[in-house]
């Protein structure tokens, strides 16, 4: 299977800059997996296609406002850094740009001194360890002067940084947002579980590996990023309670779709756990756990249209990718929402 089977040819102007207000006024379309049938909806209509007894598993990871430009002691010349992981306390991995001008053992302020690191590592991908010197809550002082790692798809400024945040987001740890739990609003999970689908949450921290292109033409060679995830012992619970009557697993996004085929792939079985994960899902792959999955519209030739295509077939994944550009659906993180059941 080559990458260039799942390029589809995508107007600008259809990628969302902004999200719609309310959070669940974004558009849904329906595709059904079996016969690739397609229904055009609102988000708000999702809780008519839950059942009760299904379950809903949402990735309750928090975006670290992880872009910052430092200055450098020595010139003045201002870097961005994107941090993309924390390795320890105070030691982290990123990105950064003009990489040329961030060399080891070069200093940088950041926030008019609330924040200072030292490049300590140049890794073999070019990604820079630096080390912070900060005396107050790291977390704290990011939120104070960071941005939000938008994707480089979007060029609008955010308004409202919570806008890319989930609203059960609760354990900081990715660069970039669960896009498809954007859509819920606390009132809709509310009438969710009214209805008697229960909710269960896992934690997996979304790397920008998320939006890296995948640069060879065999899919089978792509090499994925590692992310790491926690499967708390009450979701295995309810997610095998769920089974064991026969209802569905619903999965919310690529990210809590990857944890819960990770652990089944690892385990054999879904339990507690928490490790890293590199799983390459794409057409061919036998899902393990998830019955059903609500995602947003993704990127041509990325490992998330592969992962997509893998659980509602390569064929009708494509056509309703077709539609969704025929009818000027909103597509990528601030965009509309599919849910494949």
Known sequence: MKTSDFYYDLPEELIAQTPI????????????????EVEHKIFKDLTD???????????????????????????????????????????WECLCKPGKKAKVGTEFVFGEGKLECKVIDVLDDGNRMIKFDCDAN?????????????????????????????????????????????????????????????????????????????????VTKHTMHTEHYIMPQETADLINETKKNGKRVISVGTTSCRTLESVATKNGCICAD???????????????????????????ESTLIMLISAFAGYDHVMNAYKIAVKEKYRFFSFGDAMFIC
Do not use: W
């Not at 790692?149 to 400024?157: A, D």
């Open 49 to 91: 296609y839950l059942n009760p007894g299904d379950c809903l598993i949402l990735n309750d990871t928090r975006v670290i406002p992880a872009r910052i430009f430092g200055v450098k002691k020595e010139t003045g010349a201002v870097v961005e850094f994107l941090l993309l992981k924390q390795h320890e306390n105070l030691v």
């Open 21 to 36: 207000e309310p959070r669940n006024a974004s558009r849904l379309m329906i595709l059904n997996k079996e016969t690739g």
């Open 274 to 300: 928490e490790d890293d994960t590199s799983i390459f899902i794409y057409p061919g792959y036998e899902f393990k756990c998830i019955d059903a999955l609500v995602t947003n519209f993704h990127l041509p």
């Open 138 to 218: 790291i977390y704290a002082v990011l939120d104070e002067i960071g941005q939000m790692p938008l994707p480089p798809y979007i060029k609008e400024k955010l308004a409202d940084k919570e806008r890319y945040q989930t609203v059960y987001s609760e354990h900081l740890g990715s660069a970039a947002a669960p896009t498809a739990g954007l859509h819920f609003t606390k009132e809709m999970l509310e009438e969710i579980k009214a209805k008697g689908v229960n909710i269960g949450y896992v934690t997996l921290h979304v790397g920008l590996g998320t939006f890296r292109p995948v640069k060879v033409e065999d």
